[in-house]
């Protein structure tokens, strides 16, 4: 699944699947959404792709998923520093903010940053392989 935003155009861009399902306007609920879909299918891997901005507006949902700890759930987060859907307005990860540091401040275990495109295969395997949630 894809939330709102510049995420939902590259998992678009990556091809049409029947278990895809994309956020167009509900800023922030990509997360809580995704954490519901992982509880009620706790035996299917739920893949969520998001935004910096959109995750930023629900940022309480990294407490809840700690907490409520789905083995299948793993979230992606595409940090471009920016509000691109409201004019491009910096996030504050523009600033000092570190999404990483934040999901591992809520008790989310397993985190990672890819920031070259060397280190593609980190995130390959952190999505198909890493106990979530990740």
Same mark, same amino acid.
């Given at each position: 699944?894809?939330?709102?935003?510049?995420?939902?155009?590259?998992?678009?861009? *990556?091809?049409?699947?029947? $278990?895809?399902? $994309?956020?167009?306007? *509900?800023?922030?609920?990509?997360?809580?959404?995704?954490?519901?879909?992982?509880?009620?299918?706790?035996?299917? $891997?739920?893949?969520?792709?998001?935004? +910096?901005?959109? #995750?930023?507006?629900? #940022?309480? &949902? #990294?407490?809840?998923?700690?907490?409520?700890?789905?083995? %299948?759930?793993?979230? !992606? &987060?595409?940090?471009?520093?920016? /509000?691109?859907?409201?004019?491009?307005?910096?996030? *504050?990860?523009?600033?000092?903010?570190?999404?990483? *540091? !934040?999901?591992?401040?809520?008790?989310?275990?397993?985190?990672?940053?890819?920031?070259?495109?060397?280190? &593609? %295969? #980190?995130? $390959? +395997?952190? &999505? /198909?392989?890493?106990?979530?949630? !990740?």
């Amino acid at each position: 699944m894809s939330g709102l935003g510049s995420s939902t155009w590259d998992v678009t861009a *990556a091809g049409e699947d029947a $278990r895809d399902f $994309r956020f167009i306007g *509900a800023m922030g609920q990509a997360g809580p959404f995704a954490l519901g879909l992982a509880m009620a299918q706790p035996k299917k $891997r739920v893949v969520l792709f998001t935004g +910096d901005g959109e #995750l930023l507006m629900g #940022l309480g &949902v #990294l407490a809840t998923i700690a907490n409520q700890s789905p083995s %299948n759930l793993v979230i !992606v &987060v595409l940090d471009n520093e920016s /509000y691109v859907e409201t004019g491009s307005q910096p996030s *504050a990860t523009a600033g000092p903010t570190d999404l990483e *540091a !934040v999901a591992r401040g809520c008790g989310i275990v397993t985190t990672g940053t890819i920031t070259k495109n060397s280190e &593609v %295969n #980190l995130l $390959r +395997d952190m &999505v /198909y392989d890493a106990p979530g949630p !990740v």
